[in-house]
């Protein structure tokens, strides 16, 4: 039996319980009311992060050479402000990582450094080889013990409520209409503040390292809000996920490159050092590029990366959790070649951000992946995007703490109206618009990109935009519908940026235009200004 839609009011509203979201949860004052929200349970992305946290911890290296890598990854879209910002916050994250007890690996009672991709340095932190493991339990354990933080697991956000005022800043933000799962009533929280720490928009493809969860729904929300986004033609990919029937969405750490990986193509040759002088520690771009033109090449399905030549026991203490999961696939990488495949990983752009992380509209702000920060530029170095989840989650609860009163009194927001709806009795389509649009964004917006492929892809999301929204009109709304929602909106937003980079740079490749602008500056779009 329904007990009918429900009326929530907190001061901070935090959407997802990544590193992000927890971070911002843990940091605000404890005088303020937090509600943090989550699909599931599992919190996100975070967990999958098997590298580690950037930081300069080595005597040897320094603040100015972490800078100068990630401007270099970035390759020339960086905003060096940020990153000068987010690199020198570094070691104040760490230090507060560890007081939330994360366990990070140790080496003669200093911490353990690896290197990874377009790191100069070893400068990444880590636990083993389950950073990401090791990061969200800690952060998990004190939330949960922190008296002003509740967990409402098994809610997805439908659609953010503000005033509706004229310009940036000129509107705020009043709370969000949730979909809880387990009633399918459409609740609403009212909140001083909305944090949106969402993550990502990785499953608009089909092959990806990212959870299910990962659909976008907050670049989404926050465009249909007014705000602004930038630079979303840039998705990452990895370019070793696990090639295998049975290993859905499972990445093959960086830091086996890192520590000695040589990638192969079947017949045993290494290819790397023909595409670039850094080889397998060239940035993700390179690396992904190059797997994906030898195996276009020579028709391969997937290509090898080989560790073998390193002892058993190093790479079973450095990596146990992929050799565990190696086991059970029956590869044993310290004696074969581990099968993999570039994946779409993370999103590099999303919602503009300042460097408190609030949005355009007043009150929202995001943080994680699914904002553009501008620390990543046109590629994401390794290891740099758990450090600015840290960074940005506690900017954020600061700037919170600065606006955000106790006692202060809610607007009143319209109730979700659910009359005019029916249920459906035609899920297959949405099953089937959702293998639609993965498809057709790996097939036309993947790792190589022409204009021609973009404008197909532009036609058939805009179709499929129209009837998703004539569905959505008419239908009680579901979890695979509200995220099938939010996924064909960033698909256009994403293929809308990469139609408006008449270059190749970073992340984002084009046969059509193969040349770097002598001119970079960031894909901007404006709600209302795109179409």
């Not at 090639?243 to 000695?260: C, M, N, Q, T, W």
């Not at 192969?264 to 850094?278: E, H, V």
């Not at 993700?284 to 276009?296: G, S």
Request: glycine share 8%; aromatic share 6%.
């Amino acid at each position: 039996m329904s007990v009918g839609p429900q009326l929530h009011q907190v001061d901070v509203l935090v959407l997802g319980a990544g590193a992000a979201g927890l971070t911002a949860a843990l940091s605000v004052p404890k005088d303020l009311s937090v509600a943090v929200l989550t699909k599931d349970p599992s919190g996100g992305s975070t967990r999958w992060a098997q590298g580690g946290v950037a930081a300069v911890i080595d005597d040897q290296d320094s603040i100015e050479s972490h800078v100068q890598d990630t401007l270099i990854a970035g390759a020339g879209l960086c905003h060096q402000d940020v990153v000068e910002h987010v690199v020198g916050s570094a070691r104040d994250a760490i230090d507060w990582l560890v007081e939330q007890g994360v366990a990070f690996t140790k080496s003669d009672q200093s911490f353990h450094l690896t290197r990874e991709g377009g790191h100069s340095h070893r400068r990444i932190l880590h636990a083993a080889d389950a950073t990401g493991w090791a990061i969200q339990d800690a952060l998990d354990q004190q939330a949960s013990a922190t008296a002003n933080i509740t967990f409402y697991h098994n809610f997805i956000a439908v659609d953010l409520c503000f005033d509706r005022g004229r310009g940036p800043r000129t509107r705020r933000v009043r709370g969000c209409h949730v979909l809880n799962k387990q009633t399918g009533e459409v609740d609403t929280f009212l909140a001083h503040a909305v944090v949106l720490a969402t993550g990502g928009a990785s499953k608009a493809y089909v092959y990806t390292s990212n959870p299910d969860g990962a659909s976008g729904d907050g670049i989404a929300m926050a465009w249909r809000a007014g705000c602004r986004v930038a630079n979303l033609e840039f998705n990452q990919f990895h370019p070793t996920c696990l090639y295998h029937p049975d290993a859905k969405s499972f990445l093959i750490s960086e830091a086996v490159r890192g520590e000695g990986g040589i990638l192969r193509l079947p017949d045993g040759t290494r290819f790397m050092p023909g595409f670039d002088p850094r080889a397998e520690l060239a940035p993700r771009d390179i690396v992904a590029r190059a797997i994906d033109h030898e195996m276009k090449r020579i028709g391969a399905d997937h290509l090898y990366l080989d560790i073998t030549h390193r002892e058993p026991s190093f790479i079973k203490d450095h990596f146990p959790t992929i050799y565990q999961r190696l086991i059970e696939l029956e590869i044993d990488m310290t004696r074969q070649w581990i099968p993999v495949v570039p994946a779409a990983h993370y999103t590099c752009g999303g919602v503009l951000v300042d460097l408190h992380g609030e949005t355009d509209l007043a009150g929202l702000y995001a943080i994680g992946e699914v904002s553009s920060t501008g620390l990543h530029g046109a590629n994401r170095m390794a290891s740099n995007s758990l450090l600015e989840c840290i960074v940005y989650g506690r900017a954020t609860a600061a700037h919170i703490a600065q606006t955000v009163k106790t006692k202060m009194p809610h607007a009143t927001v319209n109730p979700w109206d659910a009359s005019q709806v029916i249920d459906s009795d035609e899920d297959v389509v949405i099953a089937h618009n959702w293998a639609e649009i993965r498809r057709f964004m790996w097939d036309y917006v993947g790792i190589v990109r022409t204009d021609k492929r973009l404008q197909r892809a532009l036609n058939r999301a805009q179709l499929l935009a129209r009837e998703i929204e004539d569905f959505y009109a008419n239908y009680r709304i579901t979890t695979h519908l509200i995220e099938l929602r939010n996924l064909v909106v960033v698909a256009e937003l994403i293929i809308r940026c990469a139609l408006k980079r008449e270059e190749s740079r970073g992340l984002h490749f084009t046969l059509d235009h193969p040349d770097l602008s002598k001119h970079p500056d960031d894909t901007i779009l404006i709600p209302g200004k795109e179409r």
